[in-house]
């Protein structure tokens, strides 16, 4: 028996440590986890000595390199820039090196990699070009997010990035450096690099929206660079290479070329340098600026001390603009010498002067000042010889729109879906811009937001369809879901037709929300003269054919609609009209002529429908020469608040020569009811208006201007150049 428990001992040790020894030589052979967090962190080790170890690349995220300084991470597929996030570490300094060209045209939406400015990176493009890079929704939307540390010898072609609302926007960096930083490493440093596209942000610049204010006394910078990319702000600051520049912060050697649209502050270098920013030996060569009078400059917008406690002036020097910029909104003069305050339009050249500057800036310019379409490049794009391809450039970029500059003697010419598209970025709040439509425009595909939805309502628009037509408008957002939001201007000569428009929101026309203002005197009232609209309209408080509300002293004339009209909202307080769903005016007076509705209208829990204006509540409305030729009127129970012509109103309504079909169908509920007849509304009910067959109804319409009226396929009158 020992025997044998002698056996079955020796047994079980020996087959123990067979185990075990199997165990060990499996996780010696397993693959390299590059997640474990020790693998994350580049080990610290003498990388001056040479020793043949390229780098496990972080496990394989990477080609090879440690991510130190003389073995960076080598970046060469779509795959391993999207690891680059992976092998950031907290208060260490990561480098990077590109060893291709990375096409990103695969990642939807890249994720900034330094959102909080927690990381350091050191990024070398190695002269290669980042293709078709997109980024959009994201706080300091752009590559980097926060650049602390470098970005050099790399290309940022075909950009789109867009920024989340009340945020920043740049291709490399939504903000260089870091504003209060707590580390010397928190600067931000680019150089040798260019960037082309389209960014948008509340404020934005080609390259960076901000910069500045780095720890310990260093210098943000941005040198030997150019932007051609097209930089729209929202709000604030709109740059070509930066929008603000804070303490410690420079741009030199730097041009660019892409049009610029801001709505507060507008530079073709930096829109606002402060805190002694310093702008030296730059180009603006853009192509078109827009921005408002006092706050936009070819080279700078506004130069300023700052905020309190970081006060210096800045100054802006030896910087030169194309003589033939198209400025829109300011007037730009000639700056000789340097300056630390207000706007800085440099000194306009000719493009032989301008190319001649940039090649005289030296390394690492090329020193043909005219090699790309007729402008500079950097050697090492000379170097790789696709630089026609890939430079950015465009010696006669199409712009915006097929023509024009927004005034009233040169509109913007719309030609297509796209033009349209790029209405909203030349509006600027307190000035008219003035469009024209050059043809007719299918909207089809595209979920329309009104040009001017958001308060305080101050984009002014002069429209002018010139008998052209848009269809398949499409909008369910906004303030005042429509084309406009709210029209403070006039629209004329257009057709909308097939339009589909639908909100919760109380305000919903197909045209504009709200025409005009209440109080009327904000710049503009609202017109609209000669249009029409077709298709389906569904709101919720004030819902109307042309326009949901009509402010004050504005005008609607010769206009019709076929749409059909409903307004939805609870509580029997539905303001359903074919013009118009409510007037609501102050202490003005506004006035609806020759105007003429088919198609149906309903308030269908409740409230106000009239056949011309579902209700007024203020103001004084003078209604002339106007026909309800609808089928049916109806409400969910309330008689009493059904109109021929108007649902209900104050005792401020004038009526002339207001007509309704008299096969009219009025019911409230199920219940099918009949009115009398009315010249002139009285007291303040609805108002009827004087019934009459279609055949003289037509007849009406048509002697209202038999030069601009026809009678319709179906037997309406239209216009004679209706389509």
Not at 203 to 229: E, F, L, V
Not at 334 to 353: A, H, M, Q, R
Not at 491 to 515: L, W
Not at 572 to 579: E, F, L, Q, T
Request: some cysteine; aromatic content about 10%; charged content about 15%.
């Amino acid at each position: 028996m020992k025997n044998k428990f002698y056996h079955i001992s020796t047994y079980s040790v020996m087959r123990y440590w067979t185990i075990l020894w199997m165990a060990v030589l499996s996780f010696s052979c397993s693959d390299f986890n590059p997640m474990d967090s020790y693998s994350r962190i580049p080990p610290d080790r003498n990388t001056d000595i040479d020793d043949g170890d390229e780098g496990d690349g972080a496990g394989g995220l990477f080609e090879k390199g440690y991510g130190t300084m003389n073995k960076p991470y080598l970046v060469m597929d779509v795959i391993q820039i999207q690891n680059m996030s992976e092998a950031l570490v907290k208060g260490k300094m990561i480098y990077f090196q590109l060893g291709a060209d990375i096409d990103m045209k695969s990642v939807s939406n890249w994720e900034p990699l330094n959102s909080n400015g927690d990381y350091y990176i050191y990024f070398d493009g190695n002269n290669h070009i980042i293709k078709n890079f997109t980024c959009t929704d994201k706080a300091y939307a752009s590559f980097f997010g926060i650049l602390a540390g470098t970005c050099k010898n790399v290309g940022f072609y075909n950009a789109h990035v867009e920024a989340a609302t009340n945020s920043g926007a740049g291709v490399i960096g939504g903000y260089i450096g870091v504003k209060a930083p707590n580390a010397v490493e928190k600067t931000g440093q680019v150089e040798n690099c260019y960037v082309s596209g389209k960014v948008k942000g509340k404020y934005a610049g080609g390259i960076a929206s901000r910069m500045g204010r780095p720890y310990g006394g260093q210098i943000c910078y941005i040198k030997n660079c150019y932007s051609t990319a097209e930089v729209i702000s929202t709000g604030d600051e709109c740059g070509g290479i930066v929008g603000s520049m804070y303490e410690n912060s420079e741009v030199s050697y730097c041009y660019s070329t892409g049009v610029l649209i801001g709505a507060n502050s507008v530079g073709g270098i930096a829109a606002l340098p402060s805190e002694g920013a310093k702008i030296t030996s730059c180009v603006a060569w853009n192509w078109k600026m827009t921005g408002p009078a006092a706050r936009s400059g070819r080279i700078c917008g506004v130069l300023s001390q700052g905020e309190n406690g970081h006060q210096a002036d800045p100054v802006a020097s030896e910087c030169y603009a194309w003589e033939d910029i198209v400025c829109t909104g300011f007037s730009p003069e000639d700056n000789v010498g340097s300056v630390s305050t207000g706007k800085y339009d440099g000194v306009g050249e000719s493009v032989l002067t301008l190319q001649n500057s940039i090649a005289n800036w030296g390394t690492p310019w090329h020193n043909v000042g005219n090699i790309d379409m007729g402008f500079p490049i950097l050697e090492w794009q000379l170097d790789r010889e696709d630089y026609a391809s890939y430079g950015g450039h465009d010696n006669e970029p199409e712009g915006d729109f097929a023509s024009g500059d927004g005034t009233q003697n040169n509109p913007y010419v719309i030609a297509n879906a796209i033009h349209i598209q790029n209405m909203s970025k030349v509006l600027i709040g307190k000035q008219t811009t003035y469009f024209v439509l050059s043809a007719d425009i299918d909207m089809q595909g595209i979920k329309w937001t009104p040009l001017n939805g958001d308060g305080p309502y101050e984009k002014w628009i002069i429209f002018d369809g010139r008998n052209h037509v848009i269809r398949n408008l499409n909008c369910d957002s906004g303030s005042y879901p429509s084309f406009f939001g709210v029209l403070c201007g006039e629209c004329k000569n257009v057709g909308f037709v097939d339009a589909n428009i639908s909100s919760t929101n109380q305000g919903i026309g197909i045209i504009a929300g709200y025409v005009g203002l209440n109080s009327g005197a904000v710049g503009f009232t609202g017109k609209i003269i000669n249009c029409y609209t077709t298709g389906i309209l569904k709101g919720s408080g004030a819902a109307g054919g042309i326009g949901g509300i009509f402010g004050g002293n504005g005008r609607i004339e010769n206009c019709y609609t076929t749409a059909t009209i409903i307004d939805q909202i609870n509580n029997d307080n539905g303001k359903a009209g074919g013009i118009i769903g409510r007037f609501h005016a102050g202490n003005t007076t506004s006035y609806i002529e020759n105007c003429h509705v088919s198609g149906d209208i309903s308030a269908t829990k409740g409230g106000w429908v009239g056949g011309i204006v579902g209700n007024m509540d203020s103001g004084t409305l003078n209604i002339k020469n106007c026909v309800a030729w609808s089928s049916t009127l109806l409400n969910y129970s309330n008689q009493a608040k059904i109109g021929r012509i108007v649902g209900g109103h104050n005792n401020n309504v004038t009526a002339e020569n207001c007509y309704a079909y008299d096969g009219m169908i009025l019911k409230a509920g199920e219940a099918t009811f009949t009115v009398s007849d009315e010249t002139s509304p009285s007291g303040s009910s609805s108002f009827q208006g004087v019934a009459k067959s279609a055949n003289e109804l037509k007849t009406t319409v048509i002697s209202w201007d038999s030069s601009l009226w026809k009678e319709g396929s179906n037997g309406y009158p239209v216009f004679k150049w209706s389509k």
